[in-house]
């Protein structure tokens, strides 16, 4: 499907789309490429709903460059074409779709450009760099390509004042771009990516070529336990985030982050062996899990500092 987005979206660049045809081509892609956030967001008001679905199909366009085109030269081209329309965008410049749509949500909704800027930035991590040193150079492509996914989502739906609304917003995101890494190991390797830091992988006495082999043992599996402890750490943190949100967004967000804390727990039942099947939930499963995770929502107490 990533090869005819790409095509779609550059054949229609030049149309200019009604607003509400627009929204739908965005609730289309979002529902075809990633269910997971299209339910999750389903319980949104309207105007909220559009204006996240459209966020998300830029995500999802300038996350397939990176994931679906092998030619450098290409990548460069398409992402810097990206940029060009996004700052088009904001300057009220706007065709096609994905961008009529983008356009009208950013005219509603107070999302910085540069959640969206640094989101490019992160993307084009992904075809400049396929291996990790330290913690820190990791922890800033998550914040990238996640965190800032949900301060565009914070943007769109308004947050109770709190002088650490963003750094929650961005500890949940980096929890979920975790569980995300942890699930994704034979995915990536296939792409000749290592995600997992090499300092980290040297102290279980792990190299790049292991994960690149997809070999489990026991020394992958500590080293997986001790990501999935730190994606722990950043959802606890994250979910400070909730309370400050009303009740249908946070049952939005809630959802989000109990899916994928979902994922970590099926993943850790496996004695994190990712390398056979994928990881998932089957379509019963998952709506069990989101009809309970938008009942707990309304139950969270008042923000915590901690």
Known sequence: MAFDVLAELEARAHERPAVDEAYAWCKAYAR??????????????????????????????????ADELDERARQERELARARERLAACYAGER?????????????????????????????EMDFTIDRYESWDDLKLYCYRVASMVGRICVAVFG????PRADEFATSMGIGLQIVNIMRDVREDAERGRVYFPAAELAAHGLTAD???????????????????????????????????????????????QGVYFELLQRIEA????????????????KAAVIARLWGGAALLGPARSG
């Open 32 to 65: 075809e490429r990633a269910s997971n956030f299209y339910y999750a967001f389903a319980i949104l008001p309207p105007e909220k709903r559009n204006a996240i679905y459209a966020a998300y199909a830029f995500s999802g366009y300038v996350d397939d460059i």
């Open 95 to 123: 065709a096609g779709p994905l961008f009529t749509a983008l356009g009208d949500a950013v005219e509603r909704f107070p999302v910085p450009l540069e959640h969206f800027a640094e989101l490019v930035n992160g993307v």
């Open 159 to 162: 947050a109770k004042p709190h």
């Open 210 to 256: 292991d994960i690149l082999a997809c070999r489990y043992d026991a020394r992958f599996a500590a080293m997986m336990e001790a990501q999935g402890a730190r994606a722990r750490r950043y959802f606890r943190r994250g979910r400070h985030l909730l309370p400050l949100l009303d009740v249908r967004s946070r049952m939005c967000v809630n959802v989000l």
């Open 270 to 285: 496996r004695d994190y062996d990712v390398l056979g099947a994928r990881v998932r939930l089957s379509g019963r499963e």
